[in-house]
C-alpha cells in the first residue's frame, strides 16, 4: 500500500496539523507536508487545493488574500473550531495506533 | 512555447470545469497560478519549460483537478443559495408571525361564498409552505457546511428540489389569496402583494441558481453508490 493510500481519511488532520504553527499558503503546506515527512509523503499537489477548500468551507480554516512578487496568495490559518478539531484527531490518532500496534505486534 | 504559456494551458482546462461568477472562478484560479509558479520556482527558472512541466506533473491531470475544484466551489455556491433563501423567510416569517400574534388577522379579511374555502386554503398552503421551504434551506446550508454531507450532491439536489417545489406553492398560494381576499382589503393586499412577489422572486431565483449549479456536478462516489 503506498502513502496516498495510508493516507485516506487523514489528510484532514495533516493539513490541519501543517496550519496548527503558523498561516500558510497552498503550496507552502504542500512543502511542509513534503519535509516533516523527510519526502515520504509526495502528495499530488492538485489534491492539496480542493482539501484545503473543504476545510476553509466546513469553518475549520480561515483565509486571507495578500500579494507577492505581484502575485495574489492565498494563506490559510487555522480557526478555533479547526484547533479543536486537530486535537479531536490527535486523540483518535492515538488511540488508532495503539491498538493496531498492539494487534501486529509479534505475539508474545 | 513558453512556461507562462504551458501554465495558462492548465489553468484554462481547469477553468472549464469551474462553476460560478468569473470573479469566482478567478479566484480559485489566481491561488492555483501562485501554486504552480512556487512549484515551479521549485524546480528552477519559472519561466523556463522544463520546471513549468514539472511543476504541472506535481499538480496532476487539470480535468481532475478542476472537477475537485469545482465540486468544493459549487457546494458553496449552494449553501449561498440556501441562505440567501433563509434571509428573506426567516425575517418575513417573523414579522408575519408577530404581526399576527400582536394585532391578528381581521376576519373581514375572509371573503363571503365560494371564495372563503379557496381563500383559507391559500393562507393556510402559504404557511405550511413557507415553513417547508425554511425546513429544507435550512437542511441544505447543515448539508453544504458537512465535510461529510458536503460532497452528496444528489442529497443537495433533492433538497433544492423541495425548497423550489414548495416556494412555487407559496407564491401561488400568495397570488390566490390576494385574488380571494374580500374585496375592501383587496387595495391593501395588493400593495403588500408588490413587495412580497419581489421577496418571492428574489428567493426562487436564488433557488434556480443552485439547481443550475447543482445540474453541472460531476457524479461523486456517493451518488454513484448511494
Known amino acids: ?108 | 512555447m513558453t512556461g507562462h504559456r504551458l501554465i495558462e494551458g492548465y489553468l484554462a482546462a481547469v477553468a472549464r470545469r469551474l462553476p460560478g461568477s468569473a470573479r469566482e472562478r478567478r479566484a480559485v484560479l489566481d491561488e492555483l497560478h501562485d501554486g504552480l509558479m512556487s512549484a515551479a520556482a521549485r524546480h528552477g527558472d519559472p519561466s523556463a519549460i522544463a520546471p513549468v512541466r514539472a511543476a504541472l506533473q506535481e499538480f496532476g491531470d487539470p480535468t481532475v483537478l478542476g472537477i475537485a475544484l469545482g465540486d468544493e466551489l459549487r457546494t458553496r455556491l449552494v449553501r449561498r443559495s440556501a441562505l440567501t433563501i433563509l434571509g428573506v423567510l426567516v425575517p418575513v416569517g417573523a414579522a408575519w408571525g408577530a404581526y399576527a400574534a400582536v394585532a391578528g388577522f381581521p376576519s373581514t379579511t375572509v371573503p363571503d361564498s365560494w371564495a372563503a374555502p379557496v381563500f383559507a386554503l391559500a393562507v393556510d398552503s402559504v404557511r405550511i409552505a413557507a415553513v417547508i421551504a425554511q425546513c429544507g434551506a435550512v437542511l441544505l446550508v447543515a448539508a453544504t457546511s458537512s465535510r461529510r454531507l458536503g460532497s452528496w450532491m444528489r442529497l443537495q439536489q433533492q433538497l433544492v428540489r423541495v425548497v423550489t417545489a414548495s416556494l412555487t406553492v407559496c407564491a401561488a398560494a400568495v397570488v390566490v389569496g390576494i385574488a380571494t381576499i374580500a374585496t375592501p382589503h383587496l387595495h391593501s393586499a395588493v400593495l403588500a402583494g408588490g413587495p412580497t412577489a419581489g421577496l418571492m422572486l428574489a428567493m426562487l431565483l436564488a433557488a434556480r441558481r443552485a439547481r443550475d449549479h447543482l445540474s453541472t456536478a460531476h457524479p461523486t462516489g456517493h451518488d454513484r453508490h448511494p
Open chain 1, 1 to 108: 500500500m503506498n502513502s496516498a493510500e495510508m493516507l485516506k481519511g487523514h489528510l484532514d488532520g495533516l493539513l490541519l496539523a501543517v496550519l496548527a504553527d503558523e498561516p500558510r499558503h497552498g503550496y507552502a503546506v504542500v512543502e511542509e507536508l513534503r519535509r516533516r515527512s523527510d519526502g515520504e509523503l509526495d502528495l499530488p499537489s492538485g489534491t492539496i487545493y480542493p482539501a484545503l477548500h473543504r476545510l476553509e468551507r466546513t469553518g475549520l480554516v480561515t483565509s486571507d488574500w495578500s500579494t507577492q512578487g505581484g502575485r495574489r496568495r492565498r494563506t490559510y490559518r487555522l480557526t478555533r473550531a479547526g484547533r479543536g478539531e486537530l486535537a479531536e484527531h490527535r486523540v483518535g490518532w492515538g488511540r488508532f495506533t495503539a491498538v493496531v500496534e498492539r494487534i501486529l505486534a509479534a505475539p508474545s
